[in-house]
T-cell receptor, first 113, second 113 residues
């Protein structure tokens, strides 16, 4: 069966450092890998999408890599700030309208001063 | 308008009650979704609607009944729920092309007593 695992349940880092989160999947060949941020009691907020034929994508302080051979994505937040503290979810989907979006287990990031 | 609006924000219902959750978007998205999220777990897909037709039902018990009256509205009718159905219910929508990710509402916090 399909499995999407994020390596750490929780990650604590110091302000200004780079946070690196990992997403591994099995029994899946997604067309897209997406990253979301979720704050307590709120819905997930879309951050970045990377396609299966892309290796890397950047947006401001965020960088995502996608290795379809390793079946792994890395999500980096550079110059992290306390406001970046949240749960980060990776999610996989295929092409087409109304494609199923399946979430990973999530990593709770805490950025301290 | 770039939001998905869910009402009510909180709902407490007895096991014999009938209630409905409502979701609305005016972004012209033709795919809409219901997810269920338990505490400290990722969102789990329940139903997918594509162009107002149910396209995916993830083997959800019949006490949950979705409805898509038009392209902007999605309802989830609840009847004879169990205490274990207490969770955050999230609605989402997406464009035909997924490059902009999925847009989630803030959810309805449901408690079944």
């Amino acid at each position: 069966s399909q499995k999407i695992e994020q390596n750490s349940e929780a990650l604590n880092i110091q302000e200004g450092k780079t946070a690196t989160l990992t997403c591994n999947y099995t029994n899946y060949s997604p067309a897209y890998l997406q990253w979301y941020r979720q704050d307590p009691g709120r819905g997930p907020v879309f951050l970045l999408l990377i396609r299966e034929n892309e290796k890397e994508k950047r947006k401001e302080r965020l960088k995502v890599t996608f290795d379809t051979t390793l079946k792994q994505s890395l999500f980096h937040i550079t110059a992290s700030q306390p406001a970046d503290s949240a749960t980060y979810l990776c999610a996989l989907s295929n092409t087409g309208t109304a494609s199923k979006l399946t979430f990973g287990t999530g990593t709770r990031l805490q950025v301290t001063l | 308008d770039t939001e998905v609006t869910q009402t009510p924000k909180h709902l407490v219902m007895g096991m014999t009650n009938k209630k409905s959750l409502k979701c609305e978007q005016h972004m012209g998205h033709r795919a809409m979704y219901w997810y269920k999220q338990k505490a400290k777990k990722p969102p789990e897909l329940m139903f997918v609607y594509s162009y107002e037709k149910l396209s995916i039902n993830e083997s959800v018990p019949s006490r949950f009944s979705p409805e898509c009256p038009n392209s902007s509205l999605l309802n989830l009718h609840l009847h004879a729920l169990q205490p274990e159905d207490s969770a955050l219910y999230l609605c989402a929508s997406s464009q035909d092309k997924q490059y902009y990710g999925y847009t989630f509402g803030s959810g309805t916090r449901l408690t079944v007593v």
